[in-house]
């Protein structure tokens, strides 16, 4: 079946101008999680939802972040007032939703901030 | 929280040798520990886990160990391919079990 999708695929954006990202997990996958990667580092945690359970936010860096998921299905990660650090590949995951379950990684939408 | 070190973070070998990747991790409730391989401009995907109650997996070429006394677990790889250039990232699963963690990555190099 299809992976997990992502859009775009890459974004350009100049400085202070928000931005939105969007996920779309494996039909049937109740777990999603975004993570970020940038220049040759490993993947930081941003935000994980499960089901209808209040997402965890904990990764978040800044108030500038935001996330949903939309009828427990497709997400979208919001960046506000875009930052030149912001620049990262922006990864996004799910899984069946059990915690050992294997988590299946989108493309990754390329974000460079001008 | 938990913190993740992978050590080393390149690391070359000739065709056919081994290789071993080491990581470390904080948190002593950590119960979960994957591995993954990303290639070059492709999305990380797994290769191998590892769960608290045991030891040892293998699969084929590859196997993960872990010391739960020590906080560190290891890759594995035997008689390395060019294919399996890439880097590799090991992870642990946060006590709440609703994130990974990850390594910085080792970036892998195998030479024919």
């Known amino acids: 079946g299809a992976g997990v999708s992502q859009s775009p695929s890459n974004k350009v954006t100049e400085k202070g101008k928000d931005v939105e990202l969007r996920c779309d997990p494996i039909s049937g996958h109740t777990a999603l999680y975004w993570y970020r990667q940038s220049l040759g580092q490993g993947l930081e945690f941003l935000i994980y939802f499960q089901g209808n359970s209040a997402p965890d936010k904990s990764g978040l860096p800044s108030d500038r972040f935001s996330a949903e998921r939309t009828g427990g299905s497709v997400s979208t990660l919001t960046i506000q007032r875009t930052q030149q650090e912001d620049s990262a590949v922006y990864l996004c995951?799910?899984?069946?939703?059990?915690?050992?379950?294997?988590?299946?990684f989108g493309p990754g939408t390329r974000l460079t901030v001008l | 929280g938990e913190n993740v070190e992978q050590h080393p973070s390149t690391l070359s070998v000739q065709e056919g040798d081994s290789a071993v990747i080491k990581c470390t991790y904080s948190d002593s409730a950590s119960n979960y520990f994957p591995w993954y391989k990303q290639e070059l401009g492709k999305r990380p995907q797994l290769i191998i886990d590892?769960?608290?109650?045991?030891g040892e997996k293998k699969d084929q070429r590859i196997a993960v160990t872990l010391n739960k006394t020590a906080k560190h677990f290891s890759l594995h790889i035997t008689e390395t391919q060019p294919e399996d250039s890439a880097v590799y990232f090991c992870?642990?699963?946060?006590?709440?079990?609703?994130?990974?963690?990850f390594g910085k990555g080792t970036t892998l190099s195998v030479s024919s």
């Open positions: 992870a642990a699963m946060n006590q709440a079990g609703t994130a990974l963690i």
């Open positions: 590892i769960r608290s109650n045991v």
């Open positions: 995951a799910s899984s069946s939703g059990l915690a050992f379950n294997e988590q299946f």
